[in-house]
């Protein structure tokens, strides 16, 4: 168990539709990453919140969005969703604001667009 | 553009013996490499790492290798036991000190019995 909370664990939804994916770091970790593993692909970093702020973007979507609140969880919003958003979508969490910093990764959440 | 490339997608190995996992980059701004091992239904979880200016690194039955002019590192497990079965994946980091740890795309090793 790497401490890093994900819920929902599986989610259908319909194309067209919004959904919102929540993340839990580790205790004392500041720094929040989102990860998309679509199928037979590695994972895609999207972006990094460090302490409330964004700290870096990668190659996310205009239709997807993220945040990071004052008790340090986090949210990605997918919305206008599309069949190729169907994904793993991983969140991982570390004590520092940079990448050299290990990442711990929660379990992830599947998400499934009809 | 893949900048870090696993090249096998499966490998399969008796138990006991070596299990080389490859993986190679073309981003010259990468100085430390990371392997993770993902089990199916979590999360991956860290392995082990090498810096660029190392060209070797060990831990236990793990050792990852760097050759900087190939731009190829690989990850050699010694026994091989079946509980290491699992996806690997090794991943980069370099150019900024912020966010983009850029991922393979992971091989799939099965430990046989």
């Known amino acids: 168990d790497s401490g890093v909370t994900q819920t929902p664990k599986h989610l259908i939804t319909a194309t067209g539709q919004r959904v919102t994916l929540r993340c839990s770091p580790r205790?004392?970790?500041?720094?929040v990453y989102w990860y998309q593993q679509s199928l037979d692909q590695g994972l895609q970093f999207l972006i990094q919140?460090?302490?409330?702020?964004?700290?870096a973007k990668g190659n996310i979507l205009e239709r997807f969005s993220a945040q990071q609140f004052p008790d340090l969880h986090s949210e990605l919003n997918l919305s206008s969703l599309e069949l190729g958003d169907s994904a793993l979508y991983f969140c991982?969490?570390?004590?520092?604001?940079?990448?050299?910093?290990?990442?711990?990764f929660g379990p992830g959440t599947r998400l499934t667009v009809l | 553009d893949q900048q870090v490339k696993q090249n096998s997608p499966s490998l399969s190995v008796q138990e006991g013996r070596i299990s080389i996992l490859n993986c190679d980059y073309t981003?010259?701004?990468?100085?430390?490499f990371l392997w993770y091992k993902k089990y199916p239904a979590e999360g991956p979880t860290f392995l082990i790492s090498?810096?660029?200016?190392?060209d070797k690194n060990e831990d236990g039955r793990f050792t990852v290798f760097l050759n900087k002019s190939a731009k190829h590192l690989s990850l050699h497990i010694v026994p091989s036991q079946p509980g290491d079965s699992a996806v690997y994946f090794c991943?980069?980091?370099?150019?900024?000190?912020?966010?983009?740890?850029?991922f393979g795309q992971g091989t799939i090793l099965t430990v046989h019995p």
């Open positions: 991982a969490s570390s004590t520092g604001s940079s990448s050299y910093n290990e990442q711990f």
């Open positions: 205790s004392g970790d500041l720094s």
């Open positions: 919140y460090y302490n409330g702020e964004e700290r």
């Open positions: 981003n010259s701004m990468f100085d430390y």
């Open positions: 090498i810096s660029s200016i190392k």
């Open positions: 991943a980069a980091i370099g150019g900024t000190s912020y966010g983009k740890l850029t």
